[in-house]
């Protein structure tokens, strides 16, 4: 599997982050005080959708944790274990996840499903084994979040701009029964991703 675009058929991920003009302003501000108003607008507009700052963009997943629990379970077995760890949160759907690195943009909002997100990940197997990794390819990649499979829609969506999480994937949030690629049937997931901006 050379890249995320596997996760599902997408017709195209080649959108370019361009916010535009976010605040809707068109008037020439008249004096200071006016534009100082209109920069601190636009500046809180951008804020949901810029990069991460430079100082948190993490540029390898050496700070992730890689212990994964006994991989000779069952996956509904090597779930619940895996759901009674420190700092794992598990869903309604089944999704778990844990927080590596906490954004500091604390102002800005999760992406909705129907935006576009530009991310870095790092996927395994439950064993450890890297099945994908945009961090070895060092090239991030953007994509519509209602485009992958169920467990990044969840997950992704409850990320803010430069969070790090750790998701546990059961099988039936992501390829299910059939598998894809090299990735075999009923085989939970794990994915590090980084959500760098989100880019509509």
Sequence with gaps: MKTLYTLTAFSALCFLGACGNPTGETKAPTNQAEAQKAYDTAKESLAKFSSCPTENVLTDISTYTTTLGDTALSQEEWLAANGKRKGVITTASGLQY???KASSMTSANPPKPTQTVRVNYHGLFINGDTFDSSYDREKDIEFPLNGVIKGWTEGVGLMRPCDAW????????????????????ATPLVFHVQLLEITD
Excluded: E, H, K, Q
């Design 98 to 100: 844990s927080v590596n």
């Design 166 to 185: 750790t998701f546990y994937i059961p099988s039936d949030l992501a390829y299910g029964p059939n598998g894809r690629g090299s990735i075999p049937p």
